[in-house]
């Protein structure tokens, strides 16, 4: 996947600050907040949110917000689900088919929230 197959027909004009978001988004194997792109991003927050919204709008990216109240984001590939650790707040996707449904409801993406397994392992050394 390439930025020029994700923006075409999206009427989105391709500025050097967009392509720069896109490239890091499209790099990543996992959702990236603001606070893990600034350092190789250059421009201000004001102008990366800008742009995020546009990518927002245009169903470019989705986001979400995890425990440490921050937002993160990536590319919209494939709908899949996260898993959020409420010990040590990594983020995992979720690529197996949930089957999650509510009548009357369109479901965009699920967040679980438990303990991974690093966590669970340091806690049950810990009780030895």
Not at 3 to 15: D, F, G, V, W
Not at 29 to 46: N, Q, R
Request: proline fraction near 2%; charged fraction near 30%.
């Amino acid at each position: 996947m390439n930025i020029a197959s994700i923006t075409n027909n999206k009427n989105i004009n391709l500025t050097t600050a967009r392509k720069a978001i896109l490239n890091i988004l499209l790099d990543s194997k996992k959702p990236l907040s603001y606070e893990d792109l600034k350092d190789s991003l250059d421009m201000d927050k004001a102008t990366f949110y800008r742009n995020i919204i546009k990518f927002e709008e245009a169903n470019i990216i989705s986001s979400f917000e995890s425990n440490d109240k921050k937002r993160y984001f990536e590319i919209q590939k494939t709908k899949h689900s996260h898993f959020i650790c409420t010990s040590c707040s990594q983020i995992e996707c979720i690529h197996e088919n949930l089957n999650f449904n509510l009548t009357g409801y369109r479901i965009d993406n699920i967040l679980i929230k438990g303990i991974c397994p690093d966590c669970l392992l340091k806690k049950e050394k810990n009780y030895d």
